[in-house]
C-alpha cells in the first residue's frame, strides 16, 4: 500500500509523495514521544521540543531530464521556508505538520538519471498533526430569532440565537481555534460555553478581527490590508485564548448584530488513522 503524504510550502508550492514520479517508503511520520521531566523522582511535566523525522523517498520518472527536473524541485519548494524562516506544511490525510525540509542525503544517484533515493530530515517546533475545521455563523434576524435566558450567570438576556446556537467540537479534548469577527461591530462580545471572549474596539465594514488562540495574537484586518495589534484591547478579565471544550458549546452574544466564523484545530500527536 502507497502512502500518499504532500508538503505545501509557505507560498504554495507543492510537493506530492505517493503518485508518480516520488514515492515515500516506510517512515517514522506516524511516531511520537513526550519527553518527561522529573521533580522528587515525579513525572512534573511532558513535553515534545523539537521534533525530527525522516522520509525515505524514491524518485523514478519515465526520462533522464524529468528526473534532473524533479531532483532540483524538491530542494527548491523546500528551501525556500528555511531562507524566509517561515514554516511548510506536510500533509497525510485531512492533517498537517507545520515543519521545515531541513536535510537530505542521497543514494542510488548514480544508477541513472531518471532514477534516485534520498532521504529527507523534517524538522518541527509545533510536534502537533493539525486538522482544521471552519465553522460559519451569524445571527438571525428579530423575526425568527428565540429569546432566551443566557445559562451561565451573565447580566443580560439574549435575543437572535446564534444559528442553531451552539458550537460542536468533535475533538476528544479542548480545541485551539481561530476566531473571525466581521465588520460592521463595535466591541465584539462572545460567550462559549460561558466563557467571554471580547474585545474593545471597532471593527468597520469589510473589516474583521481574528483572534487566534496558538499565536497568541488578536489582529484587525481594515480595509486597506493594514494589520492592527489589538492583543492590548482584550477584556484582561477573562482569557481570551481559552480553549474550546470538547462535545456541544452553547454560545450567545449581547452585540445586536454580529458575523463570525470559527475555526477548531484538531490536534494530535499522530495523523488520525483512516
Given at each position: 500500500?502507497?502512502?500518499?503524504?504532500?508538503?505545501?510550502?509557505?507560498?504554495?508550492?507543492?510537493?506530492?509523495?505517493?503518485?508518480?514520479?516520488?514515492?515515500?517508503?516506510?517512515?517514522?511520520?506516524?511516531?511520537?514521544?513526550?519527553?518527561?521531566?522529573?521533580?522528587?523522582?515525579?513525572?512534573?511535566?511532558?513535553?515534545?521540543?523539537?521534533?525530527?523525522?525522516?522520509?525515505?523517498?524514491?524518485?523514478?520518472?519515465?526520462?533522464?531530464?524529468?528526473?534532473?527536473?524533479?531532483?532540483?524541485?524538491?530542494?527548491?519548494?523546500?528551501?525556500?521556508?528555511?531562507?524566509?524562516?517561515?514554516?511548510?506544511?506536510?500533509?497525510?490525510?485531512?492533517?498537517?505538520?507545520?515543519?521545515?525540509?531541513?536535510?537530505?542525503?542521497?543514494?542510488?544517484?548514480?544508477?541513472?538519471?531518471?532514477?534516485?533515493?534520498?532521504?529527507?530530515?523534517?524538522?518541527?517546533?509545533?510536534?502537533?498533526?493539525?486538522?482544521?475545521?471552519?465553522?460559519?455563523?451569524?445571527?438571525?434576524?428579530?423575526?425568527?430569532?428565540?429569546?432566551?435566558?443566557?445559562?451561565?450567570?451573565?447580566?443580560?438576556?439574549?435575543?437572535?440565537?446564534?444559528?442553531?446556537?451552539?458550537?460542536?467540537?468533535t475533538n476528544f479534548v479542548a480545541s485551539n481555534f481561530r476566531l473571525t469577527i466581521h465588520g460592521q461591530i463595535s466591541s465584539p462580545t462572545l460567550y462559549i460555553s460561558g466563557h467571554e471572549y471580547s474585545v474593545d474596539v471597532d471593527v468597520a465594514d469589510d473589516e474583521y478581527l481574528t483572534i487566534d488562540s496558538v499565536a497568541k495574537?488578536?489582529?484587525?484586518?481594515?480595509?486597506?490590508?493594514?494589520?492592527?495589534?489589538?492583543?492590548?484591547?482584550?477584556?484582561?478579565?477573562?482569557?481570551?485564548?481559552?480553549?474550546?471544550?470538547?462535545?456541544?458549546?452553547?454560545?450567545?452574544?449581547?452585540?445586536?448584530?454580529?458575523?463570525?466564523?470559527?475555526?477548531?484545530?484538531?490536534?494530535?500527536?499522530?495523523?488520525?488513522?483512516?
Amino acid at each position: 500500500m502507497l502512502e500518499k503524504i504532500t508538503y505545501k510550502n509557505h507560498i504554495n508550492e507543492t510537493l506530492d509523495f505517493g503518485t508518480f514520479p516520488m514515492f515515500v517508503n516506510a517512515n517514522d511520520l506516524h511516531d511520537f514521544a513526550w519527553q518527561i521531566t522529573s521533580k522528587n523522582d515525579k513525572i512534573f511535566t511532558f513535553q515534545k521540543g523539537i521534533v525530527t523525522k525522516t522520509m525515505p523517498i524514491i524518485i523514478k520518472c519515465n526520462s533522464g531530464e524529468e528526473g534532473i527536473e524533479v531532483r532540483n524541485r524538491i530542494f527548491e519548494v523546500a528551501e525556500k521556508d528555511v531562507l524566509a524562516q517561515q514554516h511548510g506544511r506536510l500533509y497525510i490525510g485531512n492533517y498537517y505538520l507545520k515543519c521545515y525540509i531541513t536535510g537530505s542525503t542521497k543514494t542510488n544517484y548514480l544508477i541513472d538519471k531518471n532514477y534516485m533515493q534520498l532521504s529527507l530530515t523534517v524538522q518541527t517546533d509545533y510536534p502537533e498533526w493539525i486538522k482544521e475545521t471552519k465553522l460559519p455563523y451569524s445571527q438571525l434576524d428579530d423575526e425568527t430569532a428565540a429569546y432566551l435566558d443566557f445559562p451561565f450567570g451573565c447580566s443580560f438576556d439574549y435575543a437572535n440565537e446564534l444559528l442553531n446556537g451552539i458550537i460542536e467540537n468533535t475533538n476528544f479534548v479542548a480545541s485551539n481555534f481561530r476566531l473571525t469577527i466581521h465588520g460592521q461591530i463595535s466591541s465584539p462580545t462572545l460567550y462559549i460555553s460561558g466563557h467571554e471572549y471580547s474585545v474593545d474596539v471597532d471593527v468597520a465594514d469589510d473589516e474583521y478581527l481574528t483572534i487566534d488562540s496558538v499565536a497568541k495574537t488578536i489582529v484587525l484586518t481594515k480595509i486597506n490590508g493594514e494589520q492592527v495589534n489589538c492583543f492590548n484591547k482584550r477584556n484582561r478579565d477573562s482569557y481570551i485564548f481559552e480553549k474550546i471544550p470538547a462535545g456541544t458549546n452553547a454560545f450567545s452574544s449581547p452585540n445586536e448584530s454580529i458575523y463570525f466564523d470559527i475555526t477548531l484545530l484538531d490536534e494530535r500527536s499522530e495523523p488520525k488513522w483512516t
